[in-house]
């Protein structure tokens, strides 16, 4: 069984335990004398739907563009600071906290216990000889957290409670408790320098999201009461807390407040629906459920020290690389948490998953779409997890119905584009209107082109030609649209998306430090991305041949990578001197990752040379970045060397910020602080360190490491619509079958040589 387990009980967030089922989600402390778990809801955000476009924006892009191409890229960078950005999105809130006191003091032999293979948190200790257990879990089937305390005594006396950081009123009625919360109708980020953290109001179209948390108790033996606002209960054997959450949300662009749904009767029906099913029967449907899709994939990569407790095993591993098994725990855990955090129907993965307990969240703990949310999902499809990207596809889906006006309106273009922030309102405008140096982040109009490559790559993996040719086909080719749009011609007559920048990265230009280039290679390479994404779809759907045709054209037009005197990918359109040469951002490797547009010696090998230079220190997700490049590569010892370091205990040490990273007691990784990109990256490297498709050229254990030279995996899925058995020992492949959905099978490579496959089938 693969599991997370400690021996004593968690003091602080990055301990606590993570249960969710794309809806709910709650951190588990496991205390004692008091038991706290930390609830969200994904559509509770602050805010409402507002418009956020600048008017001014489009009117200055004429001279921001002018002043650029005189190289004064300084008076550009402020003319559109000062004219074209829009202030901050909205904010991820956390509902409340369940509390359950128990009053005991004392006890021994503490165990706390998340089992993956059940997505189950159970606690279990002694005192005074009597033995406790606690039982918990989220149903997604019934969409509601079932907690159970047993004893082997009727003695269980319990003082359950709910309460929030945000604007509540709790209260009993017919033997229930319910938690009825509002939203601030502003949430102030946390990078913002402001006293107020949430602003409320009285006005109702400026109020936000109202929500309700209600638990519903079950006994055995003793009796309950409520009194005070809270649920008392006495000498029993067994308690059960039923506990669901709701909001107000009806639609992205539909006001909370004035047009939101009645949140207290919804959870009245949840509670409602299962008060006919013991919690065993709903724990049966929830693991039944779970296991159609954490059960798809098997992976071993060798023995480790399953028996020691998961803090202790995360010190040890950084002494003691030979738990091998602490790279499946890991890998298996991200599967757990995309699944816990994203499910049809539900909101996409934000920073943190589902789960957060501040209202001023580092980030706003929301989409940022220059890389995080991308990266949160760039293992779900090799991984097996193809449903769990069903909410990102929906996201891009309203974006593009928000970012057709930011097109038109920011920069007279057609097509869609999004930029560096995205909220549940999906605003897709430029954010960065409180000060100097913001355009690093604000101006990124490319986050929608990118976002379009996850829906191609769901085709890859799938061959869904429904789903390609529905509203995929539309967001993909509103994407080229407004990549085109925006394309000007250089010096030498090469097409060059501009201005351009290369995310929250800056450069030296006359003795100041700026972030506005001419071009940058990130820019073109998303560019020449869409547009290739697009002519393959144009050509598979028999759609838009004579646009297609034309953007073929652009294509052959549009400019591509440079070399720098070092042999470097040049990361702007000159060799400027970097602000930061080890910048935590990798972005103008797009090409070689997520992209995998690199398909020379010549360029591999300065893609090589870029990361060498870059360095492997960097935040959490940036390390798992770079585990994902160097598998492309395929040097599998430099993948694993970074991927021991994002498996390091954090360094909370503040000088140290841009290159701790790390992972935390709970295993949840760093940014810092908590991001679930990292987690969720080290999924992806994993993937494309065991196989990769390329154009109907499979190729087997690409960048195995040589400390992994004996394991196997069983339903590792690639692009081509095929699923991979395999087994190998001492480095060699033993055994290897292959499943396709067209039954059609691909080109196999093996240490760089045609398989041999009727050697191979069967044997596993």
Not at 230 to 246: C, H, L, P, Q
Not at 386 to 410: D, F, N, W
Not at 471 to 477: E, L, N, R, T, V
Not at 704 to 727: A, E, H, I, N, Q
């Amino acid at each position: 069984m693969e599991k997370l387990f400690y021996l004593q009980p968690a003091k602080k967030f990055d301990e606590a335990l993570p249960l969710g089922n794309g809806h709910i989600g709650a951190m588990l402390y496991g205390g004692v004398t008091e038991d706290v778990y930390s609830l969200n809801d994904d559509t509770l955000w602050s805010g409402y739907p507002r418009d956020r476009i600048n008017p001014m924006a489009s009117s200055y892009m004429d001279e921001v563009k002018k002043l650029v191409f005189e190289d004064k890229l300084m008076q550009a960078q402020n003319l559109a600071e000062q004219h074209m950005y829009g202030s901050w999105g909205q904010s991820y809130m956390p509902a409340g906290r369940l509390t359950v006191s128990t009053g005991h003091g004392e006890f021994s032999d503490y165990k706390r216990t998340l089992s993956l293979d059940e997505a189950v948190h159970t606690v279990e200790y002694s005192t005074r000889e009597l033995f406790y257990k606690r039982e918990a879990f989220i149903s997604f089937p019934d969409d509601v957290m079932c907690i159970r305390y047993s004893s082997d005594s009727a003695d269980l006396s319990l003082q359950i409670g709910l309460d929030s950081k945000l604007k509540f009123d709790t209260f009993c009625e017919n033997d229930m408790l319910f938690l009825e919360g509002e939203a601030p109708g502003d949430g102030v980020p946390s990078y913002i320098k402001s006293k107020e953290k949430a602003r409320y109001s009285d006005i109702p179209a400026l109020r936000a999201m109202t929500y309700t948390i209600a638990a519903e108790v079950r006994v055995q033996g003793g009796k309950t009461v409520c009194r005070d606002n809270k649920i008392f209960v006495s000498n029993a054997r067994a308690v059960e807390i039923y506990v669901t959450v709701r909001t107000s949300f009806s639609g992205y662009n539909r006001h909370p407040y004035l047009e939101g749904i009645n949140h207290r009767e919804k959870c009245l029906d949840v509670m409602k629906n299962i008060r006919g099913m013991s919690f065993d029967e709903i724990k049966r449907r929830h693991t039944d459920d779970y296991g159609k899709l954490y059960n798809r994939l098997e992976l071993n990569l060798g023995d480790g020290f399953d028996n020691v407790p998961s803090d202790r095993r995360l010190n040890g591993f950084s002494q003691n690389k030979n738990d091998l098994s602490l790279y499946k725990l890991m890998y298996q855990y991200g599967r757990y948490l995309l699944i816990s955090c994203s499910r049809p129907g539900t909101q996409p993965a934000n920073l943190q998953g589902i789960w957060n307990e501040e209202p001023a969240a580092a980030w706003s703990c929301n989409y940022t779409t220059n890389i995080n949310v991308q990266m949160n999902y760039w293992g779900a499809l090799g991984a097996n997890l193809a449903e769990c990207c069903q909410p990102l596809h929906q996201m891009i889906y309203e974006l593009k119905e928000s970012g057709t006006q930011t097109a038109r309106e920011h920069y007279s273009a057609s097509g869609f584009c999004a930029h560096h922030n995205v909220d549940l309102w999906r605003i897709s405008t430029p954010m960065g209107a409180w000060g100097r140096n913001t355009t690093k982040y604000a101006y990124f109009p490319l986050a929608g082109a990118w976002l379009t490559r996850h829906l191609f790559e769901y085709y890859s993996y799938t061959l869904d030609k429904e789903f390609l040719g529905g509203s995929a086909y539309d967001a993909i080719k509103a994407s080229a649209q407004f990549c085109d749009d925006m394309l000007v011609e250089d010096e030498s007559g090469k097409l060059i998306f501009s201005p351009a920048t290369s995310s929250e990265n800056m450069f030296v230009h006359n003795g100041e430090k700026c972030s506005l280039s001419k071009s940058s290679a990130m820019f073109q390479s998303i560019v020449r991305d869409a547009f290739e994404i697009f002519i393959k779809c144009s050509e598979i759907l028999e759609r838009d041949t004579e646009y297609a045709d034309y953007i073929s054209k652009r294509l052959e037009r549009t400019a591509w990578l440079e070399l720098g005197s070092k042999g470097q990918i040049l990361e702007w359109d000159r060799e400027y001197e970097e602000a930061d040469p080890h910048h935590r951002h990798l972005s103008f490797l797009y090409a070689l990752y997520p992209a995998k547009m690199i398909h020379t010696k010549q360029l591999a090998q300065a893609c090589r040379r870029s990361l060498e230079l870059r360095g492997d220190a960097g935040t959490g997700w940036s390390c798992a970045w770079k585990i994902c490049m160097w598998a492309m590569l395929g040097d599998g010892n430099r993948a694993l060397s970074l991927l021991n370091r994002l498996m390091s205990p954090v360094d909370e040490r503040p000088e140290n910020y841009n290159y701790r990273g790390g992972t935390y007691p709970n295993l949840l990784n760093a940014c810092p602080p908590l991001q679930i990109d990292g987690s969720l990256g080290l999924v992806a490297g994993i993937n494309e360190m065991l196989a990769r498709c390329d154009n109907d050229r499979l190729v087997l254990l690409p960048a195995l490491p040589d400390m992994w030279s004996t394991g196997s995996v069983r339903g590792l899925k690639v692009s081509g619509g095929y699923t991979v058995d395999m087994t190998w020992k001492d480095g060699n492949l033993t055994a290897v079958h292959i499943d396709s959905v067209t039954g059609k099978m691909p080109e196999i490579i093996y240490e760089g040589r045609n398989l041999d496959y009727d050697k191979f089938i069967g044997q596993q």
